[in-house]
Nanobody, 124 residues
Framework: QVQLVESGGGLVQAGDSLRLSCEAS??????YAWFRQAPGKEREFVAA????????SYADSVKGRFTIFRDNIKNTLSLQMNSLKPEDTGVYYC???????????????????WGQGTLVTVSS
């Protein structure tokens, strides 16, 4: 089992930056990702990375603004979000997969463990 606890969400204004963190504990895992769910919409992919961070993938809507990375010493996954827009509003979830594939795992169904989510609200 892997336990994931997100933090860092909050209310910000458009153009601000925010860093989400996801503290991981339990068994070892490989690739990791972030997803989000806007009010009234289905959960969607945001960003994903291979275990070592050698390859990363981003949704077109966040490319160039968000950065996914991992602190192996602290066992923390992070999502740095810059130039936030109102459409970035939603509950953000970190997810991990046991697998360590060569490419990032971007599918929801391919993730093995999920955090509880942290709410990000971006006002205009």
């Amino acid at each position: 089992q892997v336990q994931l606890v997100e933090s860092g969400g909050g209310l910000v204004q458009a153009g601000d930056s925010l860093r989400l963190s996801c503290e991981a504990s339990g068994r070892t895992f490989g690739n990791y990702a972030w997803f989000r769910q806007a009010p009234g919409k289905e959960r969607e992919f945001v960003a994903a990375s291979t275990w070592r961070g050698s390859t990363k993938s981003y949704a077109d809507s966040v490319k160039g603004r968000f950065t996914i990375f991992r602190d192996n010493i602290k066992n923390t996954l992070s999502l740095q979000m810059n130039s936030l827009k109102p459409e970035d509003t939603g509950v953000y979830y970190c997810a991990v997969a046991v697998a360590t594939t060569r490419l990032p795992i971007t599918g929801e169904d391919d993730q093995d463990y999920w955090g509880q989510g942290t709410l990000v609200t971006v006002s205009s």
